[in-house]
């Protein structure tokens, strides 16, 4: 069976895997994301040479707006030098080996439909709630990009939330609740220890805070689930792994959808399987069936 070096590139650190053709993690590791490009192509040069294992190809797992056909990287990211160069031919170039590039969020997505969550369901909407709120939209098991490269931005929907402020839904981030939170607390404070604390202390002001962004959140996939209607709605990010939170979120879209009397579908809201390892596999599945 053939081998793929993988990379996911981050914007604090840069994961890489050699991974079999049937989405097996062989071996992964990390190292400290370069500051320039030279030194990225120079890490992943040294990698794939001194790696025990014989690989066939190279994925690439990127920030941005990723043209998996050409090879540019388009928009923003906190990694700017990946903007402007063609990553995909200078890498093929400078390793003598085919090398293929997607959006993370659309690599997660493309790990659940394979092996994960999805993978007996065709049609499915990713969304990545962590510091900011992203995702993507599969269409019978492919990504569906949109014209622009941005087909999945759900963070940028024009949102009123519950707390009084418009805006987009990206205020549904845990990014953006824990900055809320801390101003208020006077102290900085994390995502997990957040719900831990609302868990624990039952503080009304957070437990309040809590509810209105559990409305918020439910708000925004009910919306997701009538403008394109997938079987299932896949939640990714560090709240995924916590089971009651990801209850707590099928019982507020519930509740909304009792309380429209229009609305009749109830969105199944379900918890990416893969987590920190999503990127990886999914970048495989792009290299493989892109």
Known sequence: MKNYLVFDLGGTYIKHGILSADGK???????????SLEELYKSISKIKEESKYQVSGIALSCPGAVNSK???????SAL?????????????????LEVHLENDANCAALAEVWLGEAKNNSDVVFIVIGTGVGGAIVKEKKIHKGKNLHAGEFGIMYFESEIGVPGTWGTVSIGQLTKRISEKLGRDIEGIELFNLVEKAKDDFLQKEIEKWYADLAKGILTIQY???PEKIII???ISSNQLIMNKIQKKVDELVEKLNVAT???EVKACKFNNNSNLIGALYNFLYD
Do not use: A, M, Q, W
């Not at 993690?25 to 370069?34: A, C």
């Not at 050409?70 to 923003?76: C, D, K, M, N």
């Open 227 to 229: 403008v394109y209607d």
């Open 236 to 238: 990714g990010g560090g």
């Open 70 to 76: 050409t090879g540019f990287i388009g928009g923003v």
């Open 25 to 35: 993690i062989l071996e992964n590791s990390k190292f400290k994301t370069p500051t």
């Open 265 to 267: 579908i109830y969105p």
């Open 80 to 96: 700017p030098y990946i903007h402007g160069p063609n990553i995909k031919r200078e890498l093929e170039e400078l390793l003598d």
